[in-house]
């Protein structure tokens, strides 16, 4: 049973005043630059700086009274963290958010900030999964995975659907792909509404397991990277990569360099504070930029968490 | 003749496409701080960054063909000059900065991309007037000042008038006060519409002419200062003057370490760039959080110019 067009609007009805309708923000600069009319959806802007929150709310929103009260619990030291313990605390339920002992300490404090319970755990897949196991036991608690679950894509499909919403004529969508769980939900919407739209994505060079992958044609999985877009270094899952191969028309790799420069770049000229991770779909633009020349592209700008005291220039 | 709400009407009416209508962004981090309901006119997603480009592209449309054809001119390091410069390509007219010699050359490179022409003059004031004053003589161009011209303040209106007209229920609409032009704006569009709103503004202890200026009821001109709010280093004008004593209900000095704290903060929990200029706005409503606990306070967020490889921290 896949994730629909009815789905993501449902979920959008859910999140309704419990999420920011963000700002669609244009720049001539980039305009000019790219050849392209591009209009930006400022998920840097929605709560705890990320579309996270949307997929996190719509989860937290859709468990039973009696599951709600047992809590929820995720391993994560990403943007996911932040956003179930902050959709936790908005339905007054309890999060265990399961971190690595290595993760930044301002990370560890955002997550605790909403009032979650973060557990460390050693700095291994196998160690967060065993602790996670640990407190679904131990508490009762619901594990909900960062991407890898339908209420998580239709609630970040709800992005682009507002996206959709706002301008109308978009000729493609482009978003990151780490796990996919945006990308995916962001499929669903766009063709749910429009079937000649172009689903495009962007992947650092360094962490370019979704390229290969739909390539290939088999899912595989990420390896170790040293890419600075550290939100993307998730491997699709069955369930996300399912929904690729049927939706994504292209997945464009990007090098470090050109996302370091497209994230100063839009630091300095549009004004709004982006990850890398979401500087890599302005490189992906810019290196496909004859093939889209003249298109309108909706871009999703994912999120705007960096540690101001570590900027890559 | 003073600038009345028809003036900033005509404005708004005038700059329909040709300026961006910013975004009003809420924070529930800063209503919880501040113990308010914030609204944030993001003027630092304005072109060029700033709220200054909808005065100096209200000055440059209302030139006649005559005038225009001669070009434009000003004397200034800041937003202005970037907003200028771009009011004038747009009407495809020439403009002339002038600029001291120790002026950033990020700032020069700016002003050129717009198409403008840099006239490099000694790091005073005498100096700064002397050649624009040439440059007038010579080429026939209209000097526009920065903040002391009725068509400025008008423009800088615009921005409160959305915003008044985006949130209905404002108790008071704070901006930030250095030479007075967008403060004057604010009052004009304010008042004009409800005269019960109160207008506040925000000024560096350390720039703290305004204040004491409305304080002794005579205008003191700025001293030297050594602020980090570079945008808020000019003395008002008598023309600004009068209208601040008529309508402004409060100026509140903050100071240095509070003007820092909030710009990061800012950075951190809004993902929007912003200037040091700006955060005096809201370390000024922390300071007097208990006379303005429970308001409904409508922000004008001025600007997001900022050196990256120079900040604060």
């Not at 640990?134 to 594990?143: C, D, K, L, Y």
Request: net charge negative; aromatic share 4%.
């Amino acid at each position: 049973m896949s994730v629909t067009l009815d789905d993501v609007r449902a979920a959008a009805a859910r999140l309704e005043g419990v999420v920011h309708e963000t700002p669609v923000l244009t720049s001539s600069y980039y305009d000019d630059r790219l050849g392209m009319r591009c209009f930006f959806k400022c998920e840097n802007l929605q709560k705890v700086g990320a579309f996270k929150f949307r997929g996190a709310s719509n989860a937290v929103l859709q468990l039973s009274e009696e599951d709600a009260a047992n809590g929820v619990v995720t391993h994560s030291s990403g943007n996911h963290a932040q956003a179930l313990a902050l959709a936790a605390e908005q339905r007054g339920i309890p999060a265990w958010i399961v971190m690595p002992t290595d993760a930044p300490s301002v990370k560890r404090a955002a997550v605790k900030g909403y009032g979650a319970t973060v557990v460390p755990c050693a700095p291994t897949l196998a160690s967060r999964e065993a602790t996670a196991e640990r407190v679904m036991h131990e508490t009762g608690a619901t594990f909900i995975h960062p991407y890898d679950d339908d209420r998580i894509i239709a609630g970040a499909g709800t992005a682009a659907l507002e996206l959709m919403e706002t301008v109308i004529g978009l000729d493609a969508v482009i978003t990151p792909v780490g796990g996919g769980g945006l990308l995916s939900g962001t499929c669903i919407a766009v063709h749910g509404l429009d079937p000649e739209v172009m689903v495009l994505a962007a992947e650092p060079e360094l962490a370019d397991d979704a390229a290969r992958s739909l390539e290939a044609g088999e899912l595989i999985p990420a390896g170790p990277t040293t890419t600075i877009a550290d939100g993307l270094k998730t491997s699709l899952s069955a369930r996300t990569f399912a929904i690729l191969q049927q939706h994504v028309h292209e997945i464009v790799t990007v090098t470090e360099d050109a996302i370091r420069e497209h994230m100063r770049t839009v630091w300095e000229r549009m004004k709004i504070i982006i990850e890398p991770s979401c500087a890599t779909v302005l490189a992906a633009l810019e290196k496909r930029r004859s093939a889209y020349a003249g298109s309108s592209v909706g871009v999703i700008i994912s999120g705007g968490n960096v540690d101001l005291d570590n900027l890559p220039w």
